[in-house]
């Protein structure tokens, strides 16, 4: 979005009336600074549209704020355009002018004349309401009119509308919680499908003080020593021997406790710091894993985050093994499929370096996202883990069944193990068994351990025997 | 004539939600696009139902943008879907500033709720915008000759 203004690019569109000659005098562009040099009404204005630009509109938002009473007349609605970007980038600069023009006419069409309009940049828009102007009433005709289609230069243009609403309350009548309420509105907006409005709610600050404090947390975890790896066994059905474990971590905060991967994970992979962890990870599950007896694999999931620095994570690989000690066919790195999907054939080269190494590469979850039998063809993947969902849970029964034979079927005839996720009873080991699975990891054989329970576990010989009893002969 | 464009659309008429009359609505919608579409050298066709509106634009490439903009802010329709928007040789209703397809019939009411695009391929909308052209110059043509549908 950016480069969409580029100032003396486009002609600047006359300084509309509106901003002017705005009725409230508090809003007047040079009122109230006296003391500093007074700023030059061009300065406020955004010149691609003529409307107020983000330094007006923190003026504007100031003085209403300090000018209304009572405060909840006013609220202030965030308008972020959904595909702006693709315009952009197929019809090009000038019909994304022409498109930002065109939304600043809807919305100046749209509103009553009290309303103040601000563009703050890119494809941001703010509209400032006072005097009692219904917020969603307006939200709701915005978000029907700016989504209609466009016609620019003999093209259509589709776009959307997210906006997020925030009135000002009693409790907080500043600047910056009304700017921060409307936003936290509007990324609820976007996050439940974009094309919609949505008002401000407490709940949503709540949500994301905790969110800002588990961030906090999360990038200095691991600094902090709070990351710990526990390993799952995985069965082999026919020799009846534990021959590997997948690693997986687990992060003890010193106050929350242990907290689950499925609420630190995505923000760790948002925030970026998935990387660092995962080298982490790799660097520890191979020193671990040296200590086994009976050469057991080391199975070691590997983020999509991961595979966008190619060289890093070739080089983690390589400084992991070589600093371990650990036989290279020992490491299997688990890769999913939203990992292929992102840069299709980039990673296939990266996936063919890894494997020059010597490591396996093991498709993970496979069944719960695209499962597409091209990629499968794609790459010859060592091992498909068969996601846990099709063995237990609402999933599993015939058409579970159906799917796990489908591709144990399907990996055998491409030369790949399958291993059956989350077997936790010994009808479902037979299930998988019975259904072409080679191999099983899941309760039944046992839950995730720490490292040194795994020496134990592969020095007393009595776990073969346990399990075997799940399996037919 | 130059750079001549012709724009199929297609909206939801919002008309009887809001509770207004519709016959009225309609005759100050025609009115107001005859009034405009003179001026700007734009030619058309409207036909609407109790669900839908469709209309043919036509005319300078800049004029039919311009015109269909201005429609764009109006809340007496929603759901606007562009069938097509193309270059075209001639114009389909030379004649017409905004031809009116009269009350709607039954069959072409029918017709219409037909040729509404239930999905979003581009193919489906331009085959969509071509059956609407069809109906409304078939309707017109009609009207044109006394004949009813």
């Known amino acids: 979005m950016s480069g969409v203004v580029e100032p003396g690019r486009s002609k600047p569109a006359p300084v509309v009336a509106r901003v002017p000659a705005d009725p409230a005098p508090s809003v007047q562009p040079d009122s109230g600074r006296s003391h500093e040099a007074s700023p030059s009404e061009v300065d406020l204005v955004d010149p691609l549209t003529g409307l107020g630009n983000r330094r007006h509109f923190n003026q504007a938002i100031d003085q209403v704020l300090a000018s209304i009473a009572p405060p909840d007349r006013t609220a202030l609605l965030m308008i972020d355009l959904d595909r702006f970007k693709n315009i952009n980038d197929t019809l090009g600069h000038p019909v994304g002018d022409a498109l930002l023009r065109l939304v600043t006419r809807r919305l100046q069409q749209s509103t009553r004349g009290s309303e103040l309009i601000f563009r703050l940049g890119g494809d941001e828009f703010a509209v400032l309401l006072r005097n009692g102007v219904d917020a969603e009433v307006l939200a709701d005709r915005l978000v029907d009119v700016l989504g209609r289609p466009y016609l620019i230069e003999g093209q259509v243009a589709n776009i959307g509308a997210s906006i997020g609403v925030a009135a000002v309350t009693e409790n907080d009548a500043t600047a910056a919680g009304l700017v921060r309420h409307a936003n936290l509105a509007l990324h609820s907006a976007k996050a439940a499908g974009r094309q919609r409005w949505q008002a401000f709610e407490p709940v949503m600050a709540q949500r994301a003080d905790t969110r800002r404090v588990l961030e906090i947390d999360l990038r200095k975890a691991l600094r902090m020593g709070e990351f710990r790896l526990v390993y799952q066994a995985q069965l082999n059905i026919q020799g009846r021997a534990v021959t590997g474990f997948e690693a997986l971590l687990r992060w003890h905060h010193p106050i929350r406790g242990l907290v689950p991967p499925d609420s630190f994970i995505p923000i760790a992979e948002e925030i970026g710091a998935i990387v660092a962890i995962g080298e982490w990870v790799l660097r520890t599950a191979c020193a671990e894993a040296v200590k086994w007896p009976g050469n057991p694999t080391i199975a070691v999931n590997v983020s999509p985050l991961q595979f966008e620095d190619r060289d890093r994570l070739l080089a983690t690989v390589q400084r992991a093994l070589s600093t371990s000690g650990l036989a290279p066919d020992r490491l299997e790195l688990e890769i999913t499929e939203s990992s292929l999907l992102r840069q299709d054939r980039g990673i296939l080269e990266t996936l063919h370096r890894l494997r020059a190494l010597g490591i396996r590469i093991a498709m993970d979850d496979f069944g719960t996202g695209y499962s597409s039998l091209s990629q499968l063809m794609a790459f010859p993947f060592d091992k498909i883990k068969i996601d846990q969902s099709f063995v237990r849970g609402p999933a599993a029964g015939p058409g579970g069944t159906a799917v796990v034979r489908a591709i144990a079927a399907l990996g055998a005839s491409l030369g790949m193990s399958a291993i059956a996720e989350g077997v936790e009873t010994a009808e479902q080991a037979l299930m998988v068994q019975t259904n072409g699975c080679t191999d099983i990891q899941g309760y039944l054989i046992s839950k995730p351990i720490p490292g040194d329970q795994v020496l134990e576990m592969l020095r007393s010989s009595s776990l073969g025997t346990a399990t075997a009893k799940g399996l037919a002969s | 004539m130059m750079d001549l464009y012709q724009l199929v659309y297609c909206s939801r008429n919002t008309i009887c939600e809001q509770g207004d009359h519709l016959a009225e609505a309609v005759s100050a919608i025609l009115a107001a696009a005859r009034h405009n579409n003179r001026q700007a050298g734009v030619t058309g066709a409207l036909l609407f139902t109790q669900s839908w509106f469709a209309q043919v634009l036509e005319g300078p490439r800049d004029a039919v943008e311009a015109t269909f903009e201005r429609i764009q802010s109006d809340m007496r ?62 309707i017109t043509q009609d009207e044109n000759t006394r004949v009813s549908v």
């Open chain 2, 77 to 138: 329709h929603g759901d606007v879907t562009v069938l097509s928007f193309l270059p075209a040789g001639q114009r389909s209703f030379p004649d017409w500033s905004m031809a009116f397809a009269g009350e709607p019939t039954e069959s072409a009411t029918h017709a219409l709720d037909l040729l509404v695009p239930r999905s979003s391929g581009v193919e489906t909308l331009t085959a969509a915008g071509h059956g609407v052209l069809r109906l409304l110059e078939r």
